[in-house]
């Protein structure tokens, strides 16, 4: 089958205000007129069409539109999806809302978060000797070699620690402060639905075609990629960009292996203080034996929080909001008050419980993240990862920018070497986002052992003696200059 590698510029739709220099061929049709009187569907032609409006595929669309070029965006929902509770963004992150001009109102809505302090619930071996005995005696040989390359990872330092005993037989293992230890970085929790309400808003009335799900793709060679919507209506694009989510079909259609699941589960939620929630803008992390929990401040209003915890499979989908909320309250009964307290003020709709997975892009062995110029992957339909880092959003933004960087000088240089672009793309991200899949994994199989001596490791050695908060966060330099918008 022939790949096509390069289109011309009429084939790339621009979006400024002003005629681009020549009148392009294809015209958008709306779902309405995409059917003829008889039933029979239509095709419309377009020459960038973005699956799914998620955060990848809104802030791509919206990168694209400051570039100056224009992109149609599919989402099966009847609405942006007002699922998930909140999201962490981290410097990188904002970097990149900043590049598209969204950041400054997202700022006024919420909390720049501090620091962190992580808590030790009471249990296991508490000295140095009990630590000895049960490394010689209980450890598997690859949970201590795994735990070696986690501590090699991190560098020694003198740092300002607090050892106190909070509620619940817990004790604070070290407070953080992101100012003294990681100077520059930005750290807020931003609720899920208004970071999408945001992104839309910026994008022209009609770039999000609702109800848009997707049936079948297929490649048409030269001519481009023929989507087929569960309607009826069909699209020929000369550009797909899949950034249609976890189960992402358009990452399967290309070949790539269905995320692993890792064998761990979260709860999310987010607790509602109309008066005013108590906390100070601080993440709060109380680690037990194959469970871990957390909560941050998101706004002076509302607090979202976090449950991990060892599963051998997903299990059946609870779909009864009371009984997930039952659950997960179950799972840290007798931890302390103000985790209880923080999930007791959630509303039952707004908790939610889902399995982690993450895909490992090897290289020589993944497919390739696009396909002949005409078809590519971003955020995570191509690499998806567990949330241990806070870096999945970050990423998926981070692959907006680039991708639309790659991506408007083939408009300019009339369409040409799209294919290269692509391609550019993909080795770019794949060097950013392979080492931090793989770095968020082994984080997070390190602070889920139910091993004693391996939870006696992380809790009397690696956390309050080894970590170093600024070059455990190096990941989340990244380099990003404003995307001017288009004249």
């Known amino acids: 089958m022939a790949l096509v590698t ?47 409006a998620g955060v990848a595929g809104l802030a791509t669309a919206l990168a694209l539109r400051r570039l100056g070029v224009g992109a149609t965006v599919l989402e099966q929902g009847e609405t942006l999806r007002a699922g998930g509770t909140s999201l962490t963004l981290f410097k990188n992150g904002w970097r990149v809302l900043d590049a598209i001009g969204v950041a400054d109102e997202l700022r006024a809505k919420y909390l720049r978060i501090q620091g962190c302090v992580p808590i030790l619930l009471r249990h296991g071996p508490q000295s140095l000797n009990q630590f000895k005995l049960l490394l010689l005696c209980r450890v598997p040989w690859m949970d201590l070699l795994c735990v070696l390359r986690f501590i090699v990872r991190l560098l020694p330092a003198e740092r300002r620690m607090r050892m106190r005993s909070p509620a619940a037989g817990g004790r604070d293992l070290r407070e953080f402060s992101f100012e003294e230890e990681a100077p520059g970085q930005e750290v807020r929790a931003v609720e899920r639905r208004v970071l999408l309400e945001t992104l839309a808003s910026k994008l022209p009335p009609g770039t999000i075609s609702f109800s848009s799900k997707l049936k079948s793709i297929a490649d048409q060679g030269p001519d481009g990629t023929l989507l087929e919507l569960e309607d009826g209506r069909q699209i020929l694009s000369k550009i797909v960009i899949g950034c249609d989510g976890v189960n992402s079909p358009i990452a399967r259609w290309m070949g790539f292996s269905e995320p692993r699941y890792v064998g761990h589960m979260a709860f999310r939620g987010l607790a509602e203080y109309a008066d005013g929630q108590p906390f100070q803008p601080k993440v709060n992390y109380i680690y037990g034996r194959g469970v871990r929990a957390g909560f941050v401040p998101v706004s002076p209003t509302k607090v979202y929080w976090f449950i991990c915890f060892n599963r051998h499979d997903p299990g059946p989908k609870i779909t009864d909001p009371a009984a997930l909320k039952s659950e997960a309250l179950h799972l840290v009964r007798g931890w302390p008050s103000d985790l209880l307290a923080v999930m007791r003020s959630t509303p039952d709709g707004a908790v939610v419980r889902t399995p982690l997975v993450d895909r490992w892009l090897w290289p020589g062995v993944s497919p390739s993240a696009s396909r002949g110029g005409r078809v590519v992957l971003a955020g995570d339909a191509w690499h998806p990862m567990t949330p241990n880092l806070g870096q999945g959003a970050c990423c998926a933004l981070e692959d907006a920018v680039v991708l639309a960087r790659r991506l408007a000088p083939t408009a300019d240089a009339g369409g040409v070497d799209v294919e290269a672009a692509l391609r550019a793309y993909e080795s770019e991200r794949w060097a950013r986002v392979f080492p931090l899949t793989a770095r968020a994994g082994l984080v997070g199989a390190l602070v889920q052992w139910d091993n004693p001596a391996v939870c006696a490791a992380r809790d009397g050695v690696v956390i309050p003696r080894l970590v170093r908060l600024g070059p455990f966060l190096e990941h989340t330099n990244f380099e990003c200059d404003l995307l001017d918008p288009a004249p």
Request: a positive charge; aromatic letters at 4%.
């Open 6 to 52: 390069s289109i011309s510029s009429p084939q790339l739709r621009y979006c400024s205000s002003s005629p681009p220099p020549r009148r392009p061929r294809w015209r958008r049709l709306s779902p309405a007129a995409a059917m003829t009187s008889s039933a029979t569907p239509r095709r419309s032609e377009e020459a960038i069409v973005i699956v799914g």
